[in-house]
């Protein structure tokens, strides 16, 4: 029966480590890609087709020109993700000798949700200041076309479903947008685009706080699961079903996850140090290799005493196993040569990374479904 506990708990560690960080790793990059596909918006009547507001109403100071938005409530100081225009606004101005133009880009400007029309000459910045300044402004138009506008999160529908019916979450990426100044990127797939690393997608709030819980405890299933398989060769020493046997695979397996939780825990510490980024690599190339050579020895040592546990075993998942292993050895000793003597592209470097640690996780599926639970 301890036999059967012990199996059993690696079938359960080895699947946990395999699940936990796939989920975790694959929801930020969802998350990050959400993030740079919609906007947030400022409160607006943005289900009317058409809205015009006057220049009286809506310039509280026709002498700061440059501080134009201050709409008299018409715009508040708040966003929102879910009070967004579901298709794409034409910003107009008309004058008051009935001259019509498309709305300057302004730098300063939230916003960010407005299109020029192409049917009307766009205004210079420089002649819009000049024609308010002068009051010649009569009023500002902003009307809904029939093209679909992907930046409001209402043309996302499970997005939409859940921010509309839980507001803590919308008002959490709120403040990851406020808190973010260096944006988010438009990115359709980093496994086969690149566009953005995994630590890319997990430096910001709240993406940092569940990749260090998420990570970190995985790297705790991780332990038990090199554990649960040392007390399986020691229960076989002890019913003297096998002699001597090393321990290696156990104390690289332990080493690696060490290694995996410090990489976690340091992620979003930015520090101006040159000899600090060197740390951090040097951390995440020890966890590779000792996550590697864990499973090198765990794997030898399976083959090794099969006989012994053949009937808990399959041989065939094994075998698989053994081939996987080598590979993953083979591309690692590619993939770190590459890395030195190569000056390769960022792109063709996230391309690996969200490749290999995906692939290389694969590692625990195959250990979850090797053993067979036979008291």
């Known amino acids: 029966m301890l036999k059967y506990e012990i199996i059993k708990k690696i079938k359960i560690y080895s699947f946990v480590s395999f699940l936990l960080p796939v989920i975790t790793i694959n929801s930020l990059f969802l998350l990050y890609k959400l993030m740079g596909d919609i906007n947030a918006y400022e409160p607006f009547e943005w289900n009317q087709k058409k809205v015009e507001l006057l220049a009286e109403d809506l310039y509280s100071d026709r002498a700061d020109v440059k501080g134009r938005g201050n709409h008299k409530g018409k715009f ?133 706080l569940i990749f260090k819980i998420f990570i970190i405890l995985s790297a705790i299933f991780l332990f038990f699961y090199w554990l649960q398989n040392l007390n399986l060769f020691k229960y076989l020493k002890n019913k003297n079903l096998i002699n001597n046997f090393p321990k290696t695979f156990f104390y690289f397996g332990a080493l690696s996850t060490i290694f995996l939780a410090m990489h976690a825990s340091f992620l979003g510490l930015d520090f101006d140090s040159k000899l600090f980024d060197k740390l951090r690599n040097i951390i995440i190339i020890l966890f590779i290799i000792f996550e590697i050579c864990a499973q090198f020895f765990l794997t030898k040592l399976l083959l090794k005493f099969k006989k012994n546990l053949n009937e808990n075993l399959n041989l065939i998942i094994l075998k698989i196993k053994i081939i996987f292993v080598s590979i993953m050895v083979f591309a690692s000793l590619i993939i770190f040569s590459i890395l030195i003597w190569r000056d390769i592209t960022d792109a063709t470097k996230h391309i690996l990374e969200w490749n290999y640690f995906s692939i290389l996780l694969m590692y625990y599926i195959l250990s979850s479904v090797m053993w067979k639970l036979k008291p």
């Open 76 to 208: 508040l100081n708040n966003t929102t993700f879910v009070d967004c225009p579901k298709f794409k606004v034409v910003h107009l101005i008309t004058t008051r000798d009935n001259k019509i133009f498309s709305f300057p880009t302004v730098n300063n400007s939230n916003l960010n949700f407005v299109f020029q029309s192409k049917e009307y000459p766009a205004i210079g910045i420089e002649k819009f200041w000049e024609l308010t300044g002068k009051n010649q402004i009569r009023s500002e138009v902003w009307r809904s076309g029939d093209e679909l506008n992907f930046q409001c999160v209402k043309n996302h529908k499970i997005a939409y479903f859940i921010l509309k019916n839980f507001t803590f979450l919308e008002k959490i990426l709120l403040k990851a947008v406020e808190q973010n100044s260096v944006g988010f990127a438009k990115i359709k797939n980093p496994y086969t685009k690149g566009e953005v690393s995994i630590s890319r997608t997990a430096r910001y709030y709240p993406a940092n």
